[in-house]
């Protein structure tokens, strides 16, 4: 079906008509049309043109007035003030627009039929590391970017360039071939181990104490710290029984990584998982051609690139180091490696990284270098979500009482475990399973509304008990407001939900109805601006314009027949668009709660 003209652009695209054919001189203008208090739209554009065309403010919005089609779209429109435009739309065109969306499995959402390619670059965990609330947001901004990008139309690459390649490795490989069976699984409890974070947490136990084991070896015994640096010589260069201890390493942590997207509800695809091993054959082309065209030159033996506007404390020029005077490779090598395959082979026409904000220099300069290289041309944008830090209830980076970086795992438990707590209190109707069913949704529904109802730069506290909370912005109030919707929806035995265009509308409906008609322009404008704290924003405002709609109206007790399938049909186009939307960020609606 085609995609629905939102009631905001119809009125837009009439004013605008009018305003060029009472002011033709000024050609296509805008007419600046907001949502507004004092009517359904207001149009402030008329004073800044009339002021351009030294033409009586007034008297122009007067005349674009006189001029306008009404198109049986606009109900009532007055001049204010010096200039303003109040509009009121029919209440029968929002009816008319709502239903056309109905219709629609797309809620009339447009498709970009000429999206390109973004590679989102998101939930980068290293391996052989236990992950921490550090690794939460990138997973859970990411994930949701790449949703709300694909809805639109883009084709979305998803990259988790996990930390698979380094010196810590040669330290690991060595001691494990010197202690060959530490990296064993017990064989028979992990054949038999059908539940994924069990099996996920043993292979994090035994690299833990693996990694513990090989860091004090190194730490005290220098013969196995150059026997350790030799074999990060031997990774390097391909050594096969080097390669496949690696291989080991990096599956044991795919097993526990997994197990942790698992209890995100984040689904992660093998295939998508490209670290920064998967660049190692195209680092050496990758600094001859900054150095054959000049981009990079050699200092003191490192290959850097300079900017004039990094500069260090002493003054100098901060370099991108691309490869270090031992002839290693940095960061940088491997970041413009994964460009050139990205835009490359991948045909990316956009690259988003989901990044913490600290590593913001570090992106400015890898991607102004593959500017200057032409990797990156101005047809391909490169652009940085950064993204604050999650802070403890003390305003401090969140940490555990004994100072160390709080377990991801722990944090995803104690979520789920307080929501099972709220569920049960509530419930009336749900058995057992399904309290612990609701309480994994709703916790981790919470966990990740927290995060991406905060916009991306901000940091923010990590608070359980304000995230499990059944009222204000919360996603359980949503969650809540959708299980209401679907409980009315089951009491209404044979009335079914149907639009009536003809019937006058309370100014709940109404505010309701034109909210409902923004989800298109709304994920347009997410999607543009990599702001999926946006699209939590209108759910959150949705919800509530809902909550007063159900205060205000009733709706199986409404006066007449029509008027009872009017309100479930604003109900159930609610709820289409609260489970589309939250399922965009990628957090479930149960039926029940």
């Known amino acids: 079906m085609a995609s629905v003209l939102s009631l905001a652009s119809s009125v837009h695209q009439r004013v605008a008509d009018a305003l060029a054919s009472a002011l033709p001189e000024a050609g296509a203008a805008d007419p600046l049309l907001r949502r507004s208090d004092r009517a359904d739209f207001q149009a402030n554009g008329i004073l ?26 606009i109900e009532d429109i007055e001049v204010s003030g010096p200039g303003f435009l109040n509009i009121t739309v029919s209440d029968r065109a929002i009816v008319e627009t709502l239903a056309a969306r109905a219709a629609d499995a797309r809620l009339g959402v447009p498709v970009n039929e000429n999206a390109g390619t973004t590679v989102v670059d998101y939930a980068q965990p290293n391996v052989a590391k236990e992950m921490h609330v550090g690794h939460l947001r990138s997973a859970v901004i990411g994930a949701a970017m790449a949703e709300i990008l694909e809805f639109t139309g883009e084709q979305v690459v998803r990259r988790h360039h996990i930390g698979d390649w380094g010196t810590q490795f040669g330290m690991l490989i060595q001691y494990l071939i010197e202690h060959p069976h530490e990296l064993d699984h017990q064989a028979a409890e992990a054949s038999a ?8 947490e043993e292979a994090m136990s035994n690299l833990n104490r693996l990694y513990k084991a090989s860091r004090a070896l190194f730490d005290s015994d220098e013969e196995f710290k150059t026997r350790a640096r030799a074999r ?120 988003l990284y989901v990044v913490d904000a600290r590593q913001a220099l570090h ?99 990590f608070d359980l008990d304000q995230m499990v909370s059944l009222t204000g912005d919360t996603s359980v109030y949503l969650q809540y407001a959708y299980a209401r919707i679907q409980s009315i ?22 505010a309701l109805g034109l909210h409902l008609d923004g989800f298109g322009t709304l994920i347009a404008e997410a999607a543009a601006e990599y702001a999926p704290h946006k699209l939590a924003a209108y759910l959150y405002q949705l919800a509530s314009l809902y909550t007063t709609f159900y205060a205000e109206c009733p709706v199986l007790k409404a006066d007449t027949p029509e008027q009872v399938e009017n309100r479930l049909f604003l109900c159930d186009l609610t709820a289409r668009t609260l489970t589309k939307g939250m399922s965009l960020l990628g957090i479930r609606t149960p039926e029940r709660l």
């Open 48 to 73: 800044a043109l009339a002021k351009k065309a030294k033409a009586n403010p007034r008297e122009l919005a007067t005349t674009v007035v006189e001029g306008l089609d009404k198109g049986g779209v």
């Open 489 to 510: 929806l089951r009491k209404a035995g044979d009335a079914k939900p149907a639009a009536h265009a003809g019937l006058a509308l309370t100014p709940s409906e109404r």
């Open 363 to 461: 992106f400015k300069m890898v991607f102004e270098t593959a500017r200057r290289a032409g990797w990156l041309g101005e047809d391909t944008p490169a652009y940085h979500l950064a993204f604050g830090t999650v802070l403890g209830a003390d305003g401090k980076p969140f940490k555990t009482r004994e100072g160390e970086t709080v377990r991801l795992v722990d944090l995803l438990d104690e979520a789920v475990e307080r929501a099972a707590a709220v569920v049960r209190e509530k419930a009336q109707d749900l058995t057992e399973d399904e309290i612990v069913e609701r309480g994994a949704q709703v916790g981790i529904g919470a966990v990740k509304y927290a995060d991406l109802s905060t916009s991306a730069a901000r940091d923010y506290k």
């Open 232 to 351: 990060v010589v031997d990774l390097q260069a391909g050594d096969e029984q080097t390669l496949a201890l690696w291989q080991r390493f990096v599956d044991e942590s795919k097993i526990y990584f997994y197990s942790v997207f698992d209890k995100l509800d984040m689904d992660i695809q093998d295939a998508d998982i490209v670290g920064e091993s998967g660049y190692n054959d195209m680092l050496v082309e990758t600094c001859r051609l900054l150095e054959e065209s000049g981009v990079a030159v050699r200092s003191e033996g490192a290959l850097c690139v300079f900017f004039d506007e990094y500069k260090g404390q002493d003054g100098n020029p901060t370099p991108l180091i691309v490869q270090k005077a031992d002839g290693g490779f940095g960061y940088a090598a491997t970041d413009l490696s994964a460009i050139r395959d990205r835009v490359g082979n991948l045909k990316a026409n956009n690259l």
């Open 193 to 200: 181990a059908e539940d994924t974070a069990a099996s996920g």
